[in-house]
């Protein structure tokens, strides 16, 4: 059994930062990718940025250059650097992870709400 937790989101004006962090939990040997998606009200979930168990990172086009991801490996955390923050960015974050290939977990969803 394998549970993801997000933390770290919350109300932020324009211009603004937010750290999100997901930590694995259980049978979590063997961590492939993490990724963070995102949904907007009335929109599909997107997928905002990724990194490979080896460090390789990719990301958006709306977010290259202003946010970051990373991971802990020793702590089984994915994080999510997110700066000079825009309204356009709010929506609920998904923490994704594929642990043990080929299984996926998703986590609960964290929201980011930007003020104009």
């Known amino acids: 059994q394998v549970q993801l937790v997000e933390s770290g989101g919350g109300l932020v004006q324009a211009g603004g930062s937010l750290r999100l962090s997901c930590a694995a939990s259980g049978s979590t040997r063997s961590i492939g990718d993490l990724k963070w998606y995102r949904q907007a009200p009335g929109k599909q979930r997107e997928l905002v940025a990724g990194i490979t168990s080896g460090g390789n990172a990719n990301y958006a086009d709306t977010v290259k250059g202003r946010f970051t991801i990373s991971r802990h490996n020793a702590k089984n955390t994915v994080y999510l650097q997110m700066n000079s923050l825009k309204p356009e960015d709010t929506g609920v974050y998904y923490c994704?992870?594929?642990?043990?290939?080929?299984?996926?977990?998703w986590g609960q969803g964290t929201q980011v709400t930007v003020s104009s």
């Open positions: 994704y992870a594929q642990i043990q290939w080929p299984y996926i977990y």
